[in-house]
T-cell receptor
C-alpha cells in the first residue's frame, strides 16, 4: 500500500454506538490531519497532529476523540454521535506541519452515516 | 479567521471549451493558494498552487492567477476534456506562520462530450 489509506470506507452507526475510523500513511510524513467534508460546504479542519502531538483541536465536540499512537497512524474514535455528524471524514498527511503552505496528501475518506 | 468564497458552485462546459473558477479571500496576509481536484469517490489531490509573490502560474492546460489587491484568485482550465469532470476546491493559507488552510465550498465541473 502506498499513500494514505483509510478504513472503513463506509460506516453506518446508531447514535449510541462506539466506532473508530483508522488512517495510515505510508509516506514517512510527520503531520496528520482529520477533515470533515459535508456536501456543498468547505472542508472543515478538525484535528492536527505533528510528530504525534496534537496541535489543533478546532472546537470539535467531545464525541469525536482523536488518537495518534505514532506518526504513521491516526484514529478518530466516535461515540454518541448525532445525525448531523453524517459526512465524509478525510484523513490527510504532509511532510511537516504545513506552515506557510504545503501539499496535503488525502485518503479516500470514510463515509459515515449516523442513524 | 480567513473566509474563502468560491464561485460558481456548478459549471457545465462543452468539451474543448475553457472553464474558469474564481475564489475570493478575506485575509490580506494570506500567502499560499492551492487548488485541489476531487473526482467522484476519489481523494482530493493538489493540481496547482501559487504563492503571493507570483501573479500567474501554468501547468499544461491549467493555470492559476492571483490578484492580491482585489484578494481573488482563479483557476483556468483550457481545452477541457471529460477527465476534467470533478469537484475543484480552492484554499488559502492565512499567513507564512500558519499551517491552517481555509477551503472554498467547491465547484462541480461537468465536461459535456
Amino acid at each position: 500500500e502506498t499513500g494514505v489509506t483509510q478504513t472503513p470506507r463506509h460506516l453506518v452507526m446508531g447514535m449510541t454506538n462506539k466506532k473508530s475510523l483508522k488512517c495510515e500513511q505510508h509516506l514517512g510524513h510527520n503531520a496528520m490531519y482529520w477533515y470533515k467534508q459535508s456536501a456543498k460546504k468547505p472542508l472543515e479542519l478538525m484535528f492536527v497532529y505533528s510528530l504525534e502531538e496534537r496541535v489543533e483541536n478546532n472546537s470539535v465536540p467531545s464525541r469525536f476523540s482523536p488518537e495518534c499512537p505514532n506518526s504513521s497512524h491516526l484514529f478518530l474514535h466516535l461515540h454518541t454521535l448525532q445525525p448531523e455528524d453524517s459526512a465524509l471524514y478525510l484523513c490527510a498527511s504532509s511532510q511537516e506541519l504545513a506552515v506557510g503552505g504545503g501539499e496535503l496528501f488525502f485518503g479516500e475518506g470514510s463515509r459515515l452515516t449516523v442513524l | 479567521g480567513e473566509n474563502v468564497e468560491q464561485h460558481p458552485s456548478t459549471l457545465s462546459v462543452q468539451e474543448g471549451d475553457s472553464a474558469v473558477i474564481k475564489c475570493t479571500y478575506s485575509d490580506s496576509a494570506s500567502n499560499y493558494f492551492p487548488w485541489y481536484k476531487q473526482e467522484l469517490g476519489k481523494r482530493p489531490q493538489l493540481i496547482i498552487d501559487i504563492r503571493s509573490n507570483v501573479g500567474e502560474k501554468k501547468d499544461q492546460r491549467i493555470a492559476v492567477t492571483l490578484n492580491k489587491t482585489a484578494k481573488h484568485f482563479s483557476l483556468h482550465i483550457t481545452e477541457t476534456q471529460p477527465e476534467d469532470s470533478a469537484v475543484y476546491f480552492c484554499a488559502a493559507s492565512p499567513s507564512a506562520n500558519d499551517y491552517k488552510l481555509s477551503f472554498g465550498a467547491g465547484t462541480t465541473v461537468t465536461v459535456r462530450a
